[in-house]
Structure formats: C-alpha cells, structure tokens
C-alpha cells in the first residue's frame, strides 16, 4: 500500500459524488504543467465508468487535500494514481452493492455507463447522483479492491487532451500572480547583495518618503519589503529602499573554485550499497584485479543549475484574527505548513495553505520562500491581501539552485571486454532542502526569508540523506551488472551556494558519468556502445528500451559531420526506463546544433500518452539546456546569473526533432516519468559530441569555449 | 499622473496612471487582462508580448505613455467570441503547453508571424521567437502547431 493512502484510508478523503452530476477528485498532488491532474482524472473516470467531462479536480489546500507530501521524485502516478485508482473501484463497488440493494436485483446484473446503473434482467436503472450525491461513502478503500482489467480501458491509454489548455492559450486568469481580490497590495522584498549580508544601516528620511508617497515599508530585521496598492509605484519603491539600505557584507562568498573545492573541502563520506548509503567505513580504491586488460579513470563534472522558473515566484497571503490564509505554488503544501507554523511559532491549523498555479519548476524554487515573504507582510498589515512577487533577479540569485558535482570514476576490462571491477564516487551539496520542521527549529532554517528577521535562524545544516536513491546517491548505483560495485556518496562541506532539489536531483550527474564513462569503456574494450550496454544489462526490460532506442537512431546512416551518442537509466533503479539518442553537428564555430533526438520510455501501464511524450520532450529539452548552456556564476559579492543574459538557455533556435517511442505495459504498475530522460539526454549529447569531433566532453556546460579549450588539451 | 489613449482588443481606453508606468502594468492593473505575463522586466524572455497595430513588442519596459492613440491586441483579445482563434486552436490540439506561463507571449508571437509569413520557413520561426522562452521544454509542440497552420495554407483568420 502506498504512504498516501497509508495516511488517508477513507474513500471520502479521495472522492465524493455531487448532487449535479460530478465525481470530485482529491489529490495532494499539484499541477505544474507536467499534466498530473489529466491523467489522474483520466484513471478515475476509468475506475468509476463515468466520462471524463465529469471529473472535477479538487483543488489542493490542507486541510481538505490529502497530504501526500510533496509533488515530487516522479512519484505522483505510483503514490496519487494508484490511490486514486482503488478509491475509485472501492467506489464502483460500492455504488454498485447500493445500487442493488435499491433496485432489489443482484449485483452481477448491473452495468455501468457515465454513472448510469443499470440492470440487465430488469432494465431498472439509478444513476450515482441520485444514489450518492453530496453523501459521504464512510468507508475505507479496499487496498484489494478489483481494478479494471487493462483490455476494458476507455479513458486510460488514449489521447486526451491536458486540462486547463483553453484557459492557458486564451490568457485566462489562473496564475497566483493574477490573484486580484479586493483591497490587495501588491508588495515586493529588498533582499541583501548576498546570504551573508545583514542591515547595517537604513536611511529613515528614505523610508518616510516611502511612506508619504502611499506605499508602506515593512522591515522585520534584514527582512525589508514595501506594499501598496499600485504595482509600479511600489517596483518604484523597492528600488528607493534598497538604495536606502546600507548591508553590512560579513566577508562575502567563498570563492575558491568550486571543482577544486569539491576535492580538498570537508566532506561526509558514506558507501553506498543497493542504492542506500551506509553508516560504515568508506572502503579503499582497491589496486585492479591483477589479469584485467585495460583500467580507465575519469573525472565528470557540473555547475550549479537553476530552476529558471520563466515567471519569478510569488504569492497571496491575508492574515484572519490569528490565521493566515497563503494561495502559492509550492509543490508540497502540507510540508510548507509544518516548516511555516514550526518558523513562526504558530498552530498549524492556524494556516491555511491553497495551490495555485506558478510557472514550472521541476523542484524547489522560491515559491516556498516567497510564500513566507508574502505571510511576513500579511502579518504586518493585519487583514489585508498581500500579493507579494519576486522580481527576475530575486529568482535568479536567490532561488536553492541544483548543486554543483564531481563523480570520480574507475573502472577494469577483462579481455573479453566485460566490466570486472567498478568504482564511483560522487561529490556535492545537499538536494534535499525542501521545508520541514524536523527536527524542530528546522523549519525556520529552511525558509530563507526566516533567516533575515530580528532575531532570524542560521543556516540549515545538510545532513546526508539516507534513504534509497535520493540526493547525491540518486542513480549513483548503476543498473549494469558490475561486479561488487564501489559506489560513495560525498556529501562536500562549506560550498558556496544555496542548493536544494531540481528535477532528477543528483541522478543527471550521476547517468551522466556512467553513460560517458561506459562509452569510454566500450571504445577500450572495441565493443559497439550499444552491444555495451546490452550485454552488461539483465533486465529484459531495461534491454527492450535500450534495443527500441538503438532500432530508430541507427535506422539509416547518418549524414557527414553529424555525431551520434546514446544514453540509458532507470531512474532510481525502480521508475521509468529510458533510452535517449541524440544527432548532432559542431559547426566551425564549436557550438553544438541538435539535429535529431530519439527517446524510448518504458513507464509500464501508460495512462496518458501525450502527457507522457510530452513529459519525455520536456526533460529532454531541459537537459539540453543544462548540457549546452547553463551554470550558475557568482563572485564574493555575490550570484552574478541574475538575468537571461547572464544565465543563457536553450532556444527555439535549437531544438532538435524529437521522436518519442512509449514502450506500452498493460496492467503493469505506473512507473514514475517526469524525470527518466533527462540523466541519458545528457550523456548523448556528450558521447554524441565525442562521435563527431573526438572530445571527450567531461564537464557542463558544453559551451563553444568549452569545447575550443577540449580541442586544445 | 497622465492621461493615456489606448485601444484595446478594439476597446477605446483612458487610463490614468504615472506616464512611465510600464504597459504591461496598465494591461494587468488598470485594465483586469492578466493574459501578458511578467517574466523579467528587461525585455528577455517574451512573456509580456502583446501586439501593437499587428506587430509583436515586448510590454514589460516601455511606458504606457509611448503607445498613446496606438492599437493593442492582447491574447484575450485574439479569442473570437469567447473561443479560442485558429492560432489557439492549433496550440491546444498540439498540446503547446505545460506550465503556460509562456503561452501568451508565444500564441501573440505566432499570430503576428503567420499574418506576415503564413508559411514560414524554420529559419523564419526561430527569428520570430528568438526572444521567447520556454522552461517546460514545449517547443517542439509550439513547433507543430506553427506547422499544422503552416500546413492549412494560411486560411486562419488572423
């Protein structure tokens, strides 16, 4: 049973029938754009034998969602989904067991059509609204409750179209930036040059000029804001305020290289073993075995990546008497509450948290943050709405971005070329800085606005996160059969930069190094990458998705001066499969132009199938970008990507055709998607680089002085 | 305070506001159409595109005083009675959106491009949303749809 329904195991806290004619789903899980909320409601009408039309999905607020932590680790279809799919045949069931006891026929002579019951032998009929509308069920779901055979879909398996989509292309108000109830201010936050930087000093005639021009200034410690009722005269407000403030810089940021700092900084060293770090001894790099042929080492590096997210964060919060009402974007509410109400000392039924949609982010950006910026106005002016926004350059330097990290790798042939002897070590900051309140006083330490108030916390201190392929030890444990793999997770002290969870956490460095690494290997050993691959491989499944890929990218001949590359993982071992290949040119002038992308995904039953290539193109345009184009700079004085100039991505002027092939598993499990293909896009696009031009590319990004100083070494 | 003149979707308009204020703010604020979004403030990444007498700017720098007497299209106001155009139509029937914080800007964009250049080529498509960006990673569908009405020869409407 899964950890959702483990904490919500009533059908009341998942589904209810209206009086009108709809089913009202319940997720804790959000929509950010990656269409969970059409797929969910695509297995309960499936469940329920109702159309899709019909389906409502709740939106997500606590105390009324269920709380199924954080939209997260592309784990919604195998936590949310499969809740949703027993709810709905618990409920089938149900209103079926009703529906005969009312009609007096027995169960078995009923059929179901859009809710409609009715008999066979006697053509009665009752419909759900009438038999179970606005009425509670009472019941738990039935872990065991039968599920609808997969050659009986209607909905589940076929084109749908992603909820919401009119509203998107028309310009309909959905966004929490769009919120506009009566009497709101809008307000914006000064933030200080860098983390360290505290108020020294802040010009009071400034702040009363403010103030006389009817916008209001809110300071809390280090924490400065404005807020008034038109927008621009309060951007105007916030540049006044922060030329009025005076930071006392306390020393600035490190600026030692972050490559070399990963080498020779304090570090927390843990084996890994079956994807789960051990509290053990680090073992020693064993000498090669004395008969193999040929030991190479590599090194893989990358910057820090930011979310990028292409609206900045922000967020609406009222206070009511004691309670504060917040309307965000941030992917795990109910973890926001806790870290909240642990922060500000309050009840946590004393906040009221409700999802609204913000642009995409594939993990924590600053909407958590600045849902606690907007809460610290809202509670400084008693009653009223506060709609508080990031600018572009709050976004930029002040969003957790993903770590920057070193795998260090070795490996041993045997003559036959088979793969004896295997090592990683993967060097980083934390992922894992999502809020949370334990322990206690963690919470304040995890939003970063709590941090600047009078009196505000320190700093979090990352712990090494334990659990099974999470953080820096996110597919660090390869799929390949490697004898007795060494595999160490390195979790690097005193790097300079807030870090906490982006799409694949540590698993796009790790398929990175693994997938580059094996093609070194291969071309050691004389061995096609793809025959490589296969024969370290016994899983059929993993074989099916690579051969699937193989098939369409090496179909025909490539074309002269094109490379070709290949990348594969399960993510986390346990999730979706996925094989990328990738065709690309180096033009004179050393920038890489992608020409043509293969995905193959195996995400066992498939609900959703544009969703799922859609998600598919997604992460592999995302790690396009962050191969190509992306890495965080920053100097003492602090992050200097504070811009899309400063921080270049991908554009449309490069996107490759894709081609997506979903390897379609009936009845099987959902295996998360959200986050396959990002981890073996990057690798092809490295060992495609390496086919064309004989670089081997091993540190992102991938940039045209990248690739002229590789051709120099 | 100043007075502006402004149409908008075909609506004569008068605002009052600071004459610096930037358009987008007098679109979102004073006007209710949260269609445009604010994505820098700098003119970077296309989110605040509107169209100015058929032709796609950027609304998040300039002042509402620079457009005095000029002819604004949101993409509220592309829709034609309430339902989406041939350009939206094309984005949703490509599913050319995930987040769609960007989708304004880009069906703004794809309007004005297809009006001039009802069949572009590649080259053409890129120049014309070289300002734009996407984070999801929707191109690829943005794309289609621009093929799809490509491929229909030009017969929508705008």
């Not at chain 1, 039309?53 to 784990?75: H, K, L």
């Not at chain 1, 009653?383 to 976004?395: A, F, Q, S, V, Y």
Request: with cysteine; charged share 25%.
């Amino acid at each position: 049973m899964t950890a959702s329904l483990e904490k919500q195991p009533n059908l009341d806290q998942w589904l209810a029938i209206t009086g009108d004619g709809r089913v009202v789903v319940r997720s804790g899980k959000v929509d950010i754009g990656q269409r969970i909320s059409t797929a969910l409601a695509a297995i309960a009408a499936e469940e329920l034998d109702v159309s899709l039309d019909r389906i409502a999905m709740a939106t997500v607020e606590t105390g009324v969602s269920p709380d199924e932590g954080v939209t997260s680790g592309s784990n919604s279809m195998q936590d949310s989904g499969q809740a949703i799919r027993l709810a709905g045949a618990t409920a089938r069931r149900y209103l079926i067991n009703k529906a005969a006891a009312q009609l007096d026929v027995e169960p078995a002579s009923l059929e179901i059509a859009d809710g409609l019951i009715r008999s066979r032998d006697t053509n009665r009929s009752v419909n759900y609204w009438e038999l179970q509308g606005d009425q509670p069920f009472e019941v738990p779901i039935d872990p065991e409750a039968t599920v609808k055979a997969p050659g009986d879909y209607e909905e589940v398996g076929n084109p749908q179209t992603a909820r919401g989509l009119a509203d998107l292309v028309t310009g309909q108000p959905i966004f929490v930036h769009d919120m506009n109830p009566p009497g709101m201010l809008h307000a914006r936050v000064i933030r200080p040059p860098h983390y360290h930087a505290r108020l020294h000093a802040l010009d009071e005639s400034a702040c009363e000029r403010i103030e006389t021009s009817g916008v209001r200034v809110v300071r809390d410690g280090s924490h400065l804001a404005v807020a008034g009722a038109d927008e621009y005269a309060v951007v105007k407000a916030a540049e006044r305020l922060a030329a009025a403030a005076d930071w006392d810089m306390r020393g600035g940021l490190p600026t030692a290289d972050i490559f070399d700092a990963m080498k020779t900084n304090e570090r927390v060293s843990l084996p890994v073993a079956d994807g789960i770090p051990r509290r053990e001894p680090v073992p020693d790099l064993p000498d090669p075995p004395a008969d193999v042929a040929t030991t190479l080492t590599a090194r893989y590096e990358k910057p820090y990546h930011m979310h990028g997210s292409l609206g900045p964060s922000a967020a609406l919060a009222q206070t009511d008497g004691d309670k504060i009402h917040i309307w965000t974007h941030s992917q795990g509410i109910y973890v926001l509450r806790e870290a909240l109400a642990g922060g500000l000392g309050m009840a946590e039924e004393d906040l009221h948290i409700v999802h609204v949609p913000g642009a995409g982010c594939y993990g924590h950006n600053g909407a958590d943050d600045v849902a606690v910026d907007a809460a610290l106005v809202a509670r400084a002016l008693p009653g009223t709405p506060i709609l508080l926004k990031w600018t572009r350059e709050d976004e930029h330097a002040w969003e957790p971005y993903s770590t920057c990290m070193a795998m260090a790798v070795q490996a041993s042939l045997d003559a036959e070329g088979n793969v004896v002897a295997w090592s990683q070590e993967s060097y980083g900051d934390t992922f894992m800085m999502r809020p949370r309140n334990s322990p206690p006083g963690e919470g304040a330490r995890r939003l970063l606005p709590l941090r600047y108030i009078e009196n505000g916390a320190e700093d979090p201190v990352p712990q090494p996160a334990m659990r099974y392929h999470v953080g820096i030890h996110r597919n660090l444990d390869p799929l390949y059969k490697f004898p007795n793999p060494r595999l160490v997770k390195n979790l690097v002290r005193g790097l300079p930069l807030r870090t906490s969870a982006l799409r694949t956490l540590g698993g796009f460095a790790n398929v990175y190094a693994i997938e580059c690494f094996l093609d070194e290997l291969a071309e050691a050993a004389g061995i096609d990458p793809v025959e490589f691959r296969l024969r370290h491989l016994d899983d059929d499944r993993a074989k099916a998705c690579v051969q699937a890929l193989a098939d369409s990218l090496f179909k025909d001949s490539k074309p002269d001066n094109r490379g070709r590359g290949i990348g594969f993982a399960q993510y986390t071992n346990s999730k979706a499969y996925s094989a990328v290949g990738v065709e690309l040119e180096v033009s004179d002038d050393a920038a890489i132009k992608l020409h043509r992308a293969v995905v193959s995904v195996d995400a066992g039953q498939v609900v959703d199938p544009d969703g799922l290539i859609m998600q598919s193109e997604g992460g592999f345009i995302q790690a396009a970008s962050w191969a190509l184009h992306e890495e965080v700079k920053f100097d003492r004085d602090g992050v200097t990507s504070r811009d899309w100039d400063s921080y270049p991505i991908l554009r449309f002027d490069n996107i490759p055709e894709i081609e997506t092939i979903l390897i379609d598993r009936p009845g099987d499990p959902y295996l998360g998607a959200g986050e396959a293909v990002s981890g073996p896009a990057g690798a092809a696009i490295a060992n495609a680089v390496y086919d064309t031009t004989g670089l081997r590319l091993r540190r992102m990004p991938f940039t045209p002085e990248a690739l002229r100083a590789a051709a120099m070494s | 305070m100043a007075k502006s003149k402004l149409t908008v979707n075909g609506t004569a308009q008068e605002v009052d506001c600071d004459p610096a204020t930037p358009l987008l703010y007098v679109l979102r604020n004073t006007l209710n159409l949260k269609g445009a979004k604010f994505g820098c403030g700098l003119e970077q990444c296309g989110a605040c595109a509107v169209l100015i007498d058929g032709e796609p700017v950027l609304s998040c720098v300039r002042a509402v005083s620079e457009f005095d007497g000029q002819n604004i299209t949101t993409v509220e106001g592309l829709s034609e009675n309430g339902e989406p155009n041939a350009v939206q139509r094309a984005f949703i029937a490509e599913s050319a959106a995930q987040c769609g914080y960007c989708t304004s800007g880009l069906v703004v964009a794809t309007t004005a491009l297809l009006k001039r250049n009802p069949q572009p080529s590649r080259e053409d498509i890129n120049e014309a949303l070289a300002d734009h960006l996407c984070r999801c990673g929707s191109h690829v569908r943005v794309l289609k749809a621009i093929d799809r009405l490509a491929a229909a020869g030009g017969s929508h409407d705008r």
